[in-house]
Structures are given as C-alpha cells and as structure tokens.
T-cell receptor, first 114, second 116 residues
Framework: ETGVTQSPTHLIKTRGQQVTLRCSSQ?????VSWYQQALGQGPQFIFQ???????GRGNFPPRFSGLQFPNYSSELNVNALELDDSALYLC?????????????FGQGTRLTVV | AQTVTQSQPEMSVQEAETVTLSCTYD???????LFWYKQPPSRQMILVIR??????QNATENRFSVNFQKAAKSFSLKISDSQLGDTAMYFC?????????????FGKGITLSVRP
C-alpha cells in the first residue's frame, strides 16, 4: 500500500454536471500527477502539479482543471461532464517533478457519467 | 512524442511456469526510464521493475527480470515461477529524463492470468 489516498472511490454523475476528485500525496512528496484510464486502456497523462503550479499538461481540454494545496494534496475538476469522461482517474505522487523519481499511485476514483 | 506498444492483449500461464510479456516503444531521446507496472483488480498501480536507458545491464527484482534492447526499442518482462498473485494487468511505461515533468506514457496493457 502506498501513502497516496484518493476520494471518493466511486462516483456517478449526470452529463453536464461538474465533479471534483481529491488526492492526498505521500508524505514528503511535492509533485502530483493525474491520469485518466478508460476501460481496457492504459492511463493517459492529464497534468502534473508541482509546488501549487501546473507543470505540464496532456492532450485534455480546458474543462479539465486542477489545484494543488500548500500541503501538496491536489484536486482534479472536470466541468460539463461528457459520457466519454467515464473512466478510472488515478493520482500519482512523487518526490520531485523530474529526473530519477518513482511515482506512487493511489487506488483511483471510478467516475461514471450517465 | 513517445509511444509505447503492447501488442498482446492477453496471456495465460500455468502456476510455477515462466512467462514473457512484450513491449516496444518509440522515442528520439537517449535519456529515459522504462517501467513495468502491475494493476491488480484492486486498481492500484504497483511498480514491478524499472530500467534506466543508459544502463546496459538488465534490471532484475526477485522473480521479475527484463530484456532491454535499446537499439531495437524493446523492453520485455519475464516472470519466473509464476504465482496466482501475479494475475493482473501489466503496463509498460516510458518516462523521459529530459522533459519538464515526470509524466509516464503507458501502453494499453496486457491481462495476465495465472492458472492453478
């Protein structure tokens, strides 16, 4: 078990709604990355946060946004939910944003959009 | 941009036997890491093994070892003495050491079933 926790574990939302997912990073880790994993696929990088600033973004529209707090925990916000947003959302924390670093993953939030 | 390809969607192996999972990748970079992650039904990604591209020696971790062929851009995982607990999805992943962040690029994964 890693020290990365995500909440909630499961969530059902209606198309058009907004959702906030939360992630607590492992102690001593200042970097958090978010990934979207569609069913049967590998995770896709959404963005990374380092010291409360966005530090790189994947190919996701602006309705995917994030925050990182002074304690390095993070939120992923998705506005105007679409059916294709249904996926497992994974958070990973690491001790630094680049270089020789290992990412520790949480157990994910399963989002279903109906 | 980097790509990671896992062309085998599923594999099955008898308990105590050896199995090899394949992965190829494409990159123009020289400094990077390659990883194999395991994702059991609990969904949590667990690091199995990692390989630094500048090291010629293949990484090993107990029953897990890799065959890293840098010129061929191939990175396969060998699991020896397979155990029932090895049943999971396995993902190959790439991380650049020269980028601005430590994002991982994953393959589509392979479902491994270990038969008793």
């Amino acid at each position: 078990e890693t020290g990365v926790t995500q909440s909630p574990t499961h969530l059902i939302k209606t198309r058009g709604q907004q959702v906030t997912l939360r992630c607590s990073s492992q102690s001593g880790h200042n970097t958090v990355s978010w990934y979207q994993q569609a069913l049967g696929q590998g995770p896709q990088f959404i963005f990374q946060y380092y010291r409360e600033e966005e530090n790189g973004r994947g190919n996701f529209p602006p309705r995917f946004s994030g925050l990182q707090f002074p304690n390095y925990s993070s939120e992923l916000n998705v506005n105007a939910l679409e059916l294709d947003d249904s996926a497992l959302y994974l958070c990973a924390s690491s001790p630094r944003p680049t270089g020789n670093t290992e990412a520790f993953f949480g157990q994910g939030t399963r989002l279903t959009v109906v | 941009a980097q790509t990671v390809t896992q062309s085998q969607p599923e594999m099955s192996v008898q308990e105590a036997e050896t199995v090899t999972l394949s992965c190829t990748y494409d990159t123009s970079e020289n400094n990077y890491y390659l990883f194999w992650y395991k994702q059991p039904p609990s969904r949590q990604m667990i690091l199995v093994i990692r390989q630094e591209a500048y090291k010629q020696q293949n990484a090993t971790e107990n029953r897990f070892s890799v065959n890293f062929q840098k010129a061929a851009k191939s990175f396969s995982l060998k699991i020896s003495d397979s155990q029932l607990g090895d049943t999971a999805m396995y993902f190959c992943a790439f991380m650049s050491l020269t980028g601005a962040n430590s994002k991982l690029t994953f393959g589509k994964g392979i479902t491994l079933s270990v038969r008793p």
